[in-house]
């Protein structure tokens, strides 16, 4: 046996990974091998599942581009490589390393929805989200600007879980549709039974409040601007200032002092809303000190729910709004850790694709207990043994 071969072994067993066996097929693997395979079988050298494997590892470690994804499977010790389900030369027992137009070319055709459903699948069942209780679900999009010119960029749009960080589903907004048409496909093949979705005045739609209540008994909180303008001056004509604030938190950092301040006024009677279900009002109002302006600015936001007084608390509702701009930090994370906005690849399915591994890699991140992203992937790519215990295939 080679040197590097004993060294592999070693380290494996020292890293908890044991070899894998025919009874044993990891999750992952049998999640992507739900994918089907847009190659000709005719020359197939890679088994989708295992390239796909090998490529969520590797962004977990910190890869953004293809060629990177390649590069760090190129290094992967032996134990690492076979884990991942990835390919050996029937004859001499050689690694085949995957090129890049390989991965191009599966990233490019495969069907990305179905690649979506798979990891999100497998994501909810690790973090034994299935069937859980009452979980708060917030709705956003993101456009990936390198991925075509103006107008012709790829958007998705996505639902993540506010307590865990993770994405639960993504979906396409093509040229020839919006958010707002592909709001119940994206929420529709989840359990949403006893959750609360929250989700920005985009999708302050009539139709989304009762379907999210008649159709999948799930709760809402939705801000209003004045996209909805009969219902923003309802709302905002509300007493607030007879109304007490019932919540305020203060916090300090990055250069800003903000104060938040929550009121909430039941809406029955001579103070319902024309909206479906909605029974409360919210408005929070943020006043910001910038240090380096030495400035105070106010912003007020206005929200509605379905949820009484009594089914929802003003700290739960402060924090599912707060929550909710979770968004922000993952779109963040993968705009400047992983470079997203600066990709120009724009073949097919590719741009969607690499979004998902993104999604999949901060997703299994958060489940790990990491809230810094950065340190954690450079961490990874010094030791691939530690993005196979993430991923579950130890």
């Given at each position: 046996m080679e040197a590097s071969s004993l060294i592999d072994g070693l380290s494996a067993r020292l890293c908890g990974v044991s070899p894998l066996s025919e009874q044993d097929t990891p999750g992952l693997l049998q999640a992507l091998a739900q994918v089907p395979d847009p190659r000709d079988p005719r020359g197939r050298i890679h088994p989708l599942p295992g390239l796909l494997a090998m490529a969520i590892a590797a962004v977990v470690s910190g890869s953004?581009?293809?060629?990177?994804?390649?590069?760090?499977?190129?290094?992967?010790?032996?134990?690492?490589?076979?884990?991942?389900?990835?390919t050996r030369d029937a004859f001499t027992g050689a690694r085949r390393v995957p090129d890049d137009s390989?991965?191009?070319?599966?990233?490019?055709?495969?069907?990305?929805?179905?690649?979506?459903?798979?990891?999100?699948?497998?994501?909810?069942?690790r973090a034994g989200l299935a069937g859980a209780g009452r979980r708060v679900i917030a709705v956003d999009g993101k456009t990936l600007r390198g991925s075509g010119p103006a107008g012709a960029q790829v958007h998705l749009l996505a639902a993540l879980d506010q307590a865990e960080q993770i994405v639960l589903a993504q979906i396409d907004v093509d040229g020839k549709t919006?958010?707002?048409?592909?709001?119940?496909?994206?929420?529709?093949?989840?359990?949403?039974?006893?959750?609360?979705?929250?989700a920005d005045a985009l999708h302050t739609q009539r139709e989304h409040a009762r379907w999210l209540v008649e159709e999948k008994k799930a709760g809402y909180v939705f801000v209003v601007?004045?996209?909805?303008?009969?219902?923003?001056?309802?709302?905002?004509?509300?007493?607030?200032?007879?109304?007490?604030?019932?919540?305020?938190?203060?916090?300090?950092?990055?250069?800003?002092?903000?104060?938040?301040?929550l009121q909430a006024v039941t809406c029955l009677g001579a103070l319902a809303l024309d909206f479906p279900y909605a029974v409360q009002a919210l408005r929070i109002r943020r006043r910001r000190y910038n240090m380096a302006t030495d400035r105070w600015s106010t912003i007020t936001v206005y929200a509605i729910t379905n949820l009484t007084a009594a089914q929802a608390d003003p700290d739960e509702l402060t924090g599912w709004l707060r929550g909710h701009w979770a968004f922000e930090v993952l779109h963040h994370i993968r705009d400047t850790?992983?470079?997203?906005?600066?990709s120009r690849l724009r073949t097919g399915n590719a741009p969607r694709a690499l979004a998902t591994l993104r999604n999949t890699a901060i997703s299994l991140l958060r489940l790990d207990g990491v809230t810094s992203i950065a340190p954690a992937l450079r961490r990874n790519g010094r030791d691939p043994y530690r993005s196979l215990r993430i991923l579950g295939l130890t």
């Open positions: 953004s581009r293809v060629v990177e994804i390649v590069e760090w499977a190129a290094d992967l010790p032996d134990v690492v490589w076979d884990r991942l389900g990835a390989t991965v191009s070319r599966v990233l490019t055709g495969i069907d990305a929805d179905a690649l979506d459903a798979a990891v999100c699948r497998w994501l909810l069942g919006n958010e707002i048409s592909r709001f119940v496909p994206l929420l529709d093949g989840l359990d949403l039974a006893g959750a609360i979705i929250t601007k004045r996209n909805q303008p009969r219902l923003y001056r309802q709302v905002k004509a509300l007493p607030w200032a007879k109304i007490p604030a019932l919540d305020e938190t203060r916090d300090r950092g990055h250069g800003r002092y903000d104060i938040r301040e850790t992983y470079r997203e906005d600066a």
